[in-house]
């Protein structure tokens, strides 16, 4: 295979890991290269995600469902095209994977309907401006963890990435999915995530892990002796979906990411930790000292401006009017799912008015509350008796778990339902 690979305006020279564009040259990290490598080996074929985790990540047996090629993919983009919001050479194949053109046969996407739940794309990403500027800013400074906060399926783990494609090139960046880290020992996997960003090979990671010791304190050596020094910029850990760990060992993460958070002076200084949690931090860690999302308070992801609804609603090519996006909002709130889900339904032909008044639209996401309701009796007895009206806020942390799984919200120290949507299906079905 050529090591070489023209651009439209430059070079990307894989042999030495560098992308030549207008007189200057970027440095590609080790992933991003063998990432390319495979691409460019099936040029012009549409390569599912589940190819890439199995082959260029090298997950075994079952692939899991990680989204850490979307994010390496979107750093390439920064680094390859010249509009990554609107990539003409590495596509995304919605729903499936990706597909990598030559710069003669440049295609823009066309599609006009984004799925609710798929991976993150600048072009469809709807801005969140306050939470984008408080969380960009803690992410200049070291120390505690920047802790993204906010329902299920409220856009975290698209803030995530927004923020971390925003990034400086020097930054070295590791993303984690929580929910596919192996429980029992994450750190030599942690330690291998790193390794690729900073150009260290495995066998690096294997003389530290092979000494004896804690995990915990072979990953704070290998951090401190190996990987930071070799970082220009900064070391950003990102871990979405973290409250997937609170139970098993996995839970010794936490205690080792808030003594991380905690270490003054270099190298600790070119460290940043960007954490994603829909739990409230009060429920996930019973010792509050062993918690790294109590030492600084969290950035709330909240719903979805009226202004960046109504951007979504022109990107859908959808046709709303300023009354129908005010009933959408009346009826699912600023839900980023359930309101790309009333998008995709009409730019795919389905009538405003269904979208606007019936539960059969978001009947999956409904009926997936529902389950985690019905798995807790506690639960499901708290919202029977929302039924009858909002409820006082007696017991917190049951409030908060209803709050976490979208179902209710708690407002001025009582209990209601989050969406009429949420409600109207509820009341169908309790």
């Not at 008796?385 to 179902?407: F, I, Q």
């Not at 209601?416 to 949420?422: D, E, L, M, S, W």
Request: one cysteine or more; glycine letters at 8%; charged letters at 25%.
């Amino acid at each position: 295979m050529q090591d070489r690979w023209a651009l439209a305006d430059g070079e990307v020279d894989l042999a030495r890991g560098l992308v030549h564009r207008g007189g200057s040259a970027v440095e590609l990290t080790t992933k991003e290269v063998q990432l390319l490598r495979y691409l460019v080996e099936r040029q012009g074929q549409d390569v599912p995600r589940a190819a890439l985790l199995r082959d260029v990540w090298g997950f075994p047996g079952r692939t899991p469902a990680s989204r850490a090629p979307d994010f390496v993919v979107q750093r390439l983009r920064r680094k390859i095209e010249r509009d990554p919001a609107q990539p003409a050479m590495l596509l995304t194949v919605f729903g499936q994977g990706y597909r990598l053109e030559a710069p003669v046969r440049v295609q823009l996407q066309t599609a006009v309907v984004q799925p609710p739940g798929a991976p993150y794309e600048p072009g469809w990403y709807a801005a969140r401006p306050a939470e984008e500027a408080q969380a960009a800013s803690l992410l200049t400074t070291s120390g505690a963890p920047v802790v993204l906060l906010g329902p299920q399926g409220q856009g975290k783990s698209w803030l995530l990435h927004h923020l971390l494609a925003g990034l400086p090139l020097d930054h070295a960046v590791v993303l984690l999915d929580a929910a596919v880290l192996p429980p029992a020992d994450p750190f030599e996997h942690i330690a291998l995530e790193i390794a690729d960003q900073v150009g260290l090979s495995d066998a690096q990671v294997s003389e530290v892990w092979d000494r004896r010791g804690d995990p915990r304190r072979r990953l704070l050596r290998f951090l401190e002796h190996s990987a930071l020094p070799r970082v220009s910029g900064c070391l950003v850990i990102a871990l979405d979906r973290a409250d997937q760990l609170a139970d098993g060992a996995g839970a010794g993460l936490y205690a080792w990411l808030r003594s991380v958070a905690s270490r003054p002076g270099a190298p600790w200084d070119q460290l940043r930790l960007l954490l994603a949690i829909s739990t409230e931090p009060a429920l996930l860690v019973t010792d509050p000292g062993a918690s790294p999302f109590n030492l600084a308070p969290p950035v709330r992801v909240g719903d979805l401006e009226p202004v960046s609804v109504a951007w979504l609603a022109e990107r859908h090519d959808g046709g709303w009017s300023v009354e129908e996006l005010d009933a959408l909002r009346a009826w699912v709130g600023g839900h980023p799912f359930l309101v790309r889900r009333a998008l995709a339904r009409v730019a795919d032909g389905s009538a405003k008015a269904d979208v606007l008044r019936q539960t059969e639209p978001y009947a999956d996401v409904l009926r997936s509350r529902l389950g985690l309701l019905r798995a807790r009796p506690d639960l499901l007895e708290l919202t029977r008796s929302m039924l009858a009206g909002p409820l006082a806020t007696s017991d917190p942390l049951r409030a908060h778990e209803l709050e976490r799984v979208g179902v209710a919200r708690i407002e001025g120290g009582r209990l209601r339902f989050a969406y009429a949507v949420v409600e109207r299906f509820l009341r169908q079905v309790l």
